[in-house]
């Protein structure tokens, strides 16, 4: 087994990538795109907002290019042979893959993740689109534009994420797949449900478990027949919509890859606590949903403040969870303080989206599958959106959008780091006036994705959702899972390090291989009762076994071979020795003449035939001429090793 | 061990399905219903077959229910909250969500008939609290031993075959399924399993049905000429599933034809149910769940609800009323009211129970009907009939049991005479073992049971070496294109500690039990006058000629049988056969025969193993040809022999003065039945 990490990830929008190699297959866990890197391009439609010039000094001023994992590129794509998709957020590099000659991986995911990033990409392909549309074809491509003056002259920031920090990274760029590109790797996609066994190679098992981080999203468990394997991607307890963290599923694999360390930064210099069960575990996630409605509501109240003072809100946002949470609260919150401010949705995919939401129970915490069993909807924006109070639009130029107009409004957009999309020009609309607020998830490079839009009179406010497992609950949680093997980041080594007798802990670094020693587990043989009908005599210690082997489903089986052959073959492999003594007796009692020379090993058979027996240290070797007495004389010897 | 199915219900019948199954120590409930033609005891499986003591959490380990109709879920309330079963429960997610209202309403129905409710509402919720809801093709881990796994059965939304699985045994219950797709619900799917037993439904076992267009058209045209004449359409249906397909069809006829007449339903119950049809839209065929982005076929444009003013209310309409078969409430109100005019329809969907309005009307067309002693109404208004059943017909029973080629069948859930024909479609045209218990019968079967062990690594690969064979053709004697792979593993199953098991290779065992391993070999070394031959005397001087030549003639026919003949460093090499030209004048293993110093010896050995190994050949097969180019004929006489032992060998013998060879040819097919005595060189002299 060797795993290497091709990615470490960064935040929701950027899950980690990995390439394991497991009984001879190839997996690469996840396939994203690092959308924050979208940063570095000017969202042209600011143009007017400066000088030409002042403009190009900032941000590179192109059709934007898309950043990829480099470790993917640089693989032989024919050599990946799986490709595992944790949430939709993975997949959205994968038809840069899908769409390369030699592709030819099996790729899973849940059929949620699969429709979630489905609408996602066809999002982003829409959106570019319509940035085409609305500048016209750049004179330049990404790579003419670069030379090396002209990188040297970029601005530190740029350049980093440009080159990425050993300034190798350029490679990793890619002009947008199609949307030709999307529907060829969705038809390529198998998709699962929640603990679904899928077999890959008649070797490979392959389970999906809900990580609850979104619809759909799930952690992965590998089995082949001598190591079982799970994957932690990021995970979230208890959520609000998705189903909750399946944590049972993945208790006691041989190797525990965890690749989930989202707030690595603080915590650090935290006290553990070893003893605490699992109980304590649970409850502290139900305290962690707490924070987060109320951060959620907080939200809510500062959106309410900003549409008083007659300030409109936008929130542009990728994590459909939180926006279906926020979509709910904040038509209480209206409706609370009798407030009639539209709540405008607006995305090219958005109506599809909801619509699918309301389809899905299945995918569901348990709180929406009860509201679905007593009769209710379970999202309450069905309704909103009959009362009118929510509206549903795909371009912010919708018609009917432009008639029903009004401000303040709240908008709700998908977030494209800020430069495609409406949330650009809704920035740009109002970015100057004090009254409104932006509502901004943390960890994007916040100036850099604003710069654009500076000087920025709007509130600005910026708030972190869980996006995994707190790192102090990370030991606990580990020795929940008793794993054999536990390979986490190099980051957190300073952290586990101090645990590693009580945690079987390896750490990995991007991009160097590890490599895990061959599991000395032994493959589990299912014999069929009627091969092993001689194991019914408990006392028996040995015999033989003979039948047709076969793998199926991961499980090696021996059944009863199709020809039964007539014969008996005898002992095949002795051990022991055959003393002179026992030997001549032996002779004797069959009828055969044989006489010893003092001090030798030689047996001379005079009658009913000449031969010889040789006893050596290793062999004993006959040397008759006639056939019968040879197999008597070797019948004899038989009889006195001992043999299977 | 055997797998146990102990019939509860629906053993030779239709209604109150439950059936028990044991297997390897588990014990499933499968379905868990009533029966809807009985109001005393024989309306309940009898559960105390299940368990003397009333211990049910015991002595079930868990309960599935494959759908939500009433003859499969009735008896669930009673049996968690009256016979205190508290195990775990599970059914799909639509059953789970649709089951609350059947058993509500059924309650609803008993309580209006003034008999003693069986269960209360408070009974229904919390029996669904206690239900796990799974998803298909999920697969869950009842306990360690025990896992299940649900199918699409495509009967009613969220309808599920089920297979369960204990240590290696696997078996299917069906429920009730249907194998051809219909309007709203996609045929029934399921994977290609290994199964020791398949249970499924019989209700159609001799029936074979027709494409359901044409009758949909039929009743199309039935309702629009009724509504264009000015009449009212009665449609009694239950709430769930029937009600909902014909609602899509009429729903979409109106659409096309624009029609504007009214669509009613009757009760908020139906309503209800669509918006639960709504959110599972997922569980429906392909082509209605596509429409969920659009719009939701569930979401009936024309459907209104039904207010009772509205019974007498002038103009077209129609109207879906339970309950169906018009057995009471408020369907045999509406048809109290619109039966005696002529203009107006009554279209009765499916099965109605002897007994019962729908009933009546049905059989024969009668002019009047009695209600009870008192009230007669007249019968002046058209009765349609329409026959939509979502159960599979026999071709699609025989079709899944053919596709699953289980080791044994058990039907249930169908009349005795037409099980009684299917059974021995079954068995004749399927060969598979197949019967038909009745209620409280308990049949047994044999199981498929593994033993568990662990596999040495040089075990697994010896066996996944290739093993590959070109037989010759037997007539043409040229290479077949067939390739033979015939892998047979060879083992050692040994058992360590008195416990685990564990298959080794044979070349393990020695290091294993800690001996030494000993070799038991042949030797013979004999002499051969060739100076005399004259086409051997081109290299007569020189040994490694001699070898050399006797290497090609044995590749030669050797390599027919796929045995490599390896010359090296003067020896020449066949499995652990060797031989070489013999130097030593003192060679102990040159036994007997008188030899003189014209003889060149040729020495051989060979492991104990060739001699009783019965796929190695060591009867060499010289052919005739050759044997006169080595021994040339002017110095040989040879004679050929036919069955010295009456077993089949041939047996030519050169004779050249005193010496003689014997050569023993075996016929092809006689190889592998061969324990021979290596034959080459054996020359005896006489």
Redesign the interface.
């Known amino acids: 087994m060797k795993f290497t990490s091709l990615g470490q990830g960064g935040g929701y929008n950027l899950p980690a990538c990995h390439m394991l190699k497991l009984s001879g297959f190839h997996i690469l866990l996840d396939c994203p795109l690092d959308l924050s890197a979208l940063t570095i391009f000017s969202p042209i439609s600011c143009t007017s907002l400066y000088d030409e010039e002042e403009e190009m000094v900032d941000l590179i001023s192109l059709e934007p290019y898309y950043k990829t994992v480099e470790g993917v590129q640089l693989w032989n794509v024919s050599l990946i042979d799986v490709v595992l998709i944790s949430s939709p957020m993975g997949m959205l590099g994968l038809p840069f893959l899908t769409r390369t000659k030699g592709f030819s991986a099996k790729i899973y995911a849940t059929e949620a993740t699969t429709r979630l990033s489905e609408f996602m990409m066809k999002d982003l392909v829409a959106m570019h689109m319509e940035f085409k549309q609305r500048y016209g074809p750049h004179k330049n491509s990404f790579f003419e534009f670069f030379n090396w003056e002209k990188l040297e002259s970029l601005p530190p920031s740029l350049k980093d994420i440009l080159l990425g920090k050993d300034s190798t990274q350029l490679g990793s760029w890619m002009p947008l797949y199609s949307a030709g590109d999307v529907k060829e790797c969705l038809q390529k996609v198998e998709s699962?449900?929640?603990?679904?066994?899928t077999c890959y190679n008649g070797s490979l098992i392959i389970?999906a478990f809900s990580s609850g981080l979104e619809i759909g999203a799930c952690n992965w468990s590998l089995k082949s027949p001598k190591r079982n394997i799970s994957y932690i991607s990021r995970s979230i307890f208890t959520s609000g919509v998705a189903m909750d963290f399946d944590l049972h599923a993945l208790i006691g694999t041989d190797v525990l890859i965890y690749s989930d360390f989202s707030n690595s930064e603080n915590g650090s210099n935290q006290e553990l606590e070893g003893d605490d069960d699992d109980d304590d575990l649970l409850l502290d996630c139900e305290n962690e949903r707490c924070e987060e409605m109320e951060k959620l509501k907080f939200i809510c109240l500062c959106c309410m403040d900003s549409v008083k003072s007659g300030g409109s809100v936008l929130i542009p946002s990728g994590r459909l969870s939180i926006v279906l949470q926020l979509l709910e609260l904040l038509a209480l919150h209206l409706d609370s303080s009798d407030l009639k401010v539209p709540i405008f949705i607006i995305s090219s995919v958005a109506?599809?989206l909801l619509?699918?939401t309301?389809?899905?129970?299945?995918w569901l915490c348990k709180d929406r599958?009860d509201k679905?069993?007593s009769?209710k909807?379970?999202f309450d924006y069905e309704e909103l959106i009959k009362e009118k109070k929510i509206h549903v639009f795909p371009t912010l130029d919708s018609r009917e959008l432009l008639m029903m107009w009004q401000e303040p409004c709240i908008v709700i957009c998908p977030h494209w780091s800020l430069r495609l999309g409406p949330a650009v020009h809704l920035l740009k609309r109002w970015h100057s006036d004090p009254n409104s607020l932006l509502v901004l998830e943390e960890g994007v490079d916040t100036d850099l994705a604003l710069l654009p839009f500076k000087p920025l009179s709007m509130k600005v406010l910026e708030c972190s959702f869980t996006s995994g497992i707190k790192l102090e609950k990370v030991p606990q949680l580990l020795k929940m899972l008793q794993p054999k093997q536990i390979l986490v980041p190099d980051y957190a080594k300073p952290f586990l390090e101090p645990l590693s007798n009580s945690l079987p802990c390896l750490f990995y670094t991007e991009s160097e291989p590890l490599c895990l020693p061959k599991s000395k587990n032994?493959?589990?043989?299912?014999?069929?009762?009627n091969v092993?009908s001689?194991?019914k005599n408990?006392e028996?210690?040995?015999?033989?076994?003979?039948?047709?082997?076969y793998v199926e489903h991961g499980k090696?089986?021996?059944v009863e071979?199709k020809?039964a052959?007539g014969?008996e073959?005898?002992p095949?492999?002795?051990?022991?020795?055959?003393d002179l003594e026992s030997l001549l007796v032996g002779l004797e009692k069959i009828g055969v003449k044989g006489s010893n020379e003092c001090g030798s090993n030689?047996v001379n058979v005079v009658d009913p035939?000449?031969?010889?027996i040789?006893l050596k240290e290793?062999?004993?070797?006959?040397?008759?001429?006639d056939?019968s007495l040879?197999l008597l004389i070797?019948n004899l010897?038989?009889s006195l090793?001992?043999g299977? | 061990m055997a797998i146990e199915c102990l019939v509860l219900g629906a053993g030779q019948e239709v209604g109150k399905s439950c059936v028990i199954i044991s297997i390897h120590g588990k014990r499933i409930m499968f379905d868990c219903g009533m029966h809807m033609g009985y109001s005393d005891h024989r309306r309940y499986p009898d559960f105390s077959l299940i368990s003397q003591s009333g211990d049910f959490n015991a002595a079930v380990s868990c309960i599935i229910i494959t759908h939500f109709h009433l003859d499969h879920i009735g008896a669930l309330p009673y049996f968690t909250e009256v016979c205190g079963y508290t195990g775990p429960i599970y059914m799909t997610?639509p059953t789970?969500?649709l089951a609350?209202l059947m058993l509500e309403d059924y309650r609803k129905v008993m309580v209006g008939r003034g008999e003693e409710q069986q269960f209360t509402h408070e009974n229904i919720l919390d029996c669904?609290k206690k239900v796990t809801?799974v998803?298909?093709?999920?697969?869950?881990q009842v306990d360690k031993d025990l896992q299940i796994r649900a199918y699409y059965a495509g009967h009613v939304l969220g309808a599920a075959m089920f297979y369960a699985c204990v240590e290696?045994s696997g078996i299917v219950y069906t429920g009730d399924y249907n194998m051809t797709p219909d309007r709203h619900l996609g045929a029934a799917q399921i994977d290609r399993l290994q199964l020791d037993l398949l249970i499924t439904e019989s209700t159609y076992a001799t029936t074979i049905r027709d494409s359901k267009y044409a009758r949909e058209r039929e009743f199309l045209k039935a309702v629009h000429k009724c509504v264009a004449n000015g009449g009212k359409v009665l449609i009694p249906t239950f709430a769930l599933g029937r009600a909902q397909e014909l609602c899509i069809l009429l729903d979409d006829y109106w659409e096309r034809m624009n029609l504007k007449v009214p669509i009613y339903f009757s009760a908020g119950l139906t309503i209800?149910a669509n918006?639960?049809y709504?959110?599972?839209?997922?569980w429906t065929s392909q082509k209605v769940k596509d429409t969920?982005?659009t719009r939701?076929a569930f979401d009936f444009k024309n459907v209104h609800s039904f207010d009772r003013s509205l019974l007498d209310a002038p103009g077209p309409c129609v109207l879906f009323a339970t309950p169906g078969m018009i057995s009471g409430g408020f369907s045999l109100e509406v048809f109290k009211h619109w039966a005696p005019c002529e203009s107006n329809l009554i279209t009765l969907p499916g099965y109605c129970v002897a007994g019962t309005v729908g009933h009546k009307l049905m059989s024969g067309k009668p002019t009047k009907v009695d209600l009870d002693k008192d009230t007669q109404i007249d019968v002046r208004c058209q009765i349609h009939q329409l026959s939509f059943s979502p159960h599979t017909d026999a071709k699609g029973i025989m079709d899944l049991v053919k596709f699953l080629s289980p080791k044994h069948v058990v039907l249930v859930h169908g009349e005795k005479p037409k099980m009684d024909l299917l059974k021995a479609k079954i068995k004749s045209e399927l060969g598979i073992d197949c019967c038909d218990p009745a209620n409280t019968e308990t049949v047994s079967f044999s199981s498929?049971?593994?033993?568990?062990?662990?596999?040495?690594?040089a075990f697994?690969r010896s066996?996944?070496t290739p093993n590959f064979k070109f037989p010759k053709d037997e007539i043409t004697d040229m290479p077949s294109l067939h390739v033979h792979d015939?892998?047979?593993?060879?083992?050692?199953?040994?058992?360590v500690d008195?416990k685990k098991?564990?298959?080794i290779h044979?070349?393990e065992?020695?290091t294993m039990?800690g001996?030494?391993?000993?070799?038991?070999?042949?030797?013979?070394?004999f002499g051969l006058k060739l100076c005399n031959l004259k086409s051997i005397r081109v290299f007569d001087s020189d040994d490694d000629g001699l070898i050399g030549a006797l290497n090609l003639k044995l590749s030669d026919e050797f390599g027919d049988l796929g045995l490599r003949v390896c010359l090296e460093k003067g020896r020449l090499e066949v499995n652990s056969f060797r031989v070489w030209i013999c130097k030593n004048d003192e060679c102990?293993?040159r036994?007997?025969?008188d030899w003189c110093s014209e003889h060149v010896f040729f020495c051989c050995?060979w492991s104990?193993?060739d001699?009783?190994?019965?796929t190695t050949v060591f009867c060499w097969p010289i052919k005739y040809r050759e044997l006169v180019t080595l021994f040339p004929s002017h110095l040989w006489k040879f004679q050929d022999g036919g069955d010295v032992n009456g077993d089949n060998r041939a047996v030519t013998q050169a004779t050249a003065g005193s010496r003689r060879i014997t050569i023993r040819r075996r016929w092809k097919a006689d190889y592998a039945?061969s324990?021979s005595?290596p034959c080459f060189g054996t020359a005896w002299s006489v």
């Not at chain 2, 001996?515 to 070394?525: L, N, P, R, S, W």
């Open positions: 699962v449900v929640y603990a679904q066994e389970k109506e599809e619509a699918y309301c389809i899905i129970p299945e599958q679905m069993y009769g909807p379970v032994l493959c589990e043989l299912h014999i069929s009762s092993a001689k194991l408990k028996m210690r040995m015999s033989r076994l003979k039948g047709q082997l090696h089986y021996l071979g020809k052959k014969l073959i005898g095949l492999v002795h051990w022991g020795k055959v030689v035939g000449k031969g010889l040789e290793t062999s004993v070797v006959i040397s008759v001429g056939e040879a070797s010897v038989h090793l001992n299977i | 997610y789970k969500a609350p669904m809801a998803d298909l093709k999920q697969n869950v290696g209800q918006l639960y709504k959110v599972l839209i997922n969920y982005a939701n498929t049971r593994f033993e568990i062990s662990d596999a040495s690594n697994i066996s996944l015939e892998r047979v593993s060879e083992g050692i199953l040994t058992r008195g098991l564990k298959v044979q070349d065992v020695v039990v001996g030494v391993k000993t070799e038991v070999e042949f030797c013979y070394c102990p293993h036994i007997d025969g050995n104990v193993l001699n009783k190994k019965e039945r324990s005595w």
